[in-house]
T-cell receptor, first 114, second 113 residues
Framework: DTGVSQDPRHKITKRGQNVTFRCDPI?????LYWYRQTLGQGPEFLTY????????KSRLLSDRFSAERPKGSFSTLEIQRTEQGDSAMYLC????????????FGPGTRLTVT | QQQVKQSPQSLIVQKGGISIINCAYE??????FPWYQQFPGKGPALLIA?????SEKKEGRFTISFNKSAKQFSLHIMDSQPGDSATYFC????????????FGTGTQLKVEL
């Protein structure tokens, strides 16, 4: 399967703990995006990378959130000192930087903060 | 500030019928309009997309109609099937906005036998 993959698929953590999620994009895609989706809502943009450069961050991305894409391939999203309001589905998507704009999403990581 | 308004919130259609979902936007700087389909517990899957220089695009049973002057676009699902039961999201991309997408609030479609 050459689609976008995410790990883990589910994460339950206690409030105050740190969590890290991983995304592996489609191999030839140089853009990678993180979105957050809460129940009953559409995905909301968090941040995106072109290769290893983080080009934009949403104001939704508080200072407890950090994302990296060190070698321009996989990416990690870390949430420090988790809060109950962080409970959501975290989605990763990837696309080419030129040509068509099609973004392909992974299956998401469901985070539950207790 | 909601940049794209999607309706209806939910929709029930009989098998074989036509499902129609609408989205309206305000910003004329949008240049790409995709529709995504999402099943419970899964990530959104790209269904079909259109650019503003085209008024209609058809792929199989799925058609996007785009009305630039009214700032509206809609998804039509012909011959709706129970397997089409899912949540559908419209999205918009702003020109020069790094390809990030802004999504509508979703329409939960149920196709009944």
């Amino acid at each position: 399967d050459t689609g976008v993959s995410q790990d883990p698929r589910h994460k339950i953590t206690k409030r105050g703990q740190n969590v890290t999620f991983r995304c592996d994009p489609i191999s030839e895609h140089n853009r990678l995006y993180w979105y957050r989706q809460t129940l009953g809502q559409g995905p909301e943009f968090l941040t995106y990378f072109q290769n290893e450069a983080q080009l934009e961050k949403s104001r939704l991305l508080s200072d407890r959130f950090s994302a990296e894409r060190p070698k321009g391939s996989f990416s990690t999203l870390e949430i420090q000192r988790t809060e109950q309001g962080d409970s959501a589905m975290y989605l990763c998507a990837s696309s080419l930087a030129t040509g068509n704009y099609e973004q392909y999403f992974g299956p998401g990581t469901r985070l539950t903060v207790t | 500030q909601q940049q794209v308004k999607q309706s209806p919130q939910s929709l029930i259609v009989q098998k074989g019928g036509i499902s129609i979902i609408n989205c309206a936007y305000e910003n004329t700087a949008f240049d790409y309009f995709p529709w995504y389909q999402q099943f419970p517990g899964k990530g959104p899957a790209l269904l079909i997309a259109i650019r503003p220089d085209v008024s209609e695009k058809k792929e199989g049973r799925f058609t996007i109609s785009f009305n630039k002057s009214a700032k509206q676009f809609s998804l039509h699902i012909m011959d709706s099937q129970p397997g089409d039961s899912a949540t559908y999201f419209c999205a918009v991309r702003i020109t020069g906005g790094g390809n990030k997408l802004t999504f509508g609030t979703g329409t939960q479609l149920k196709v009944e036998l």
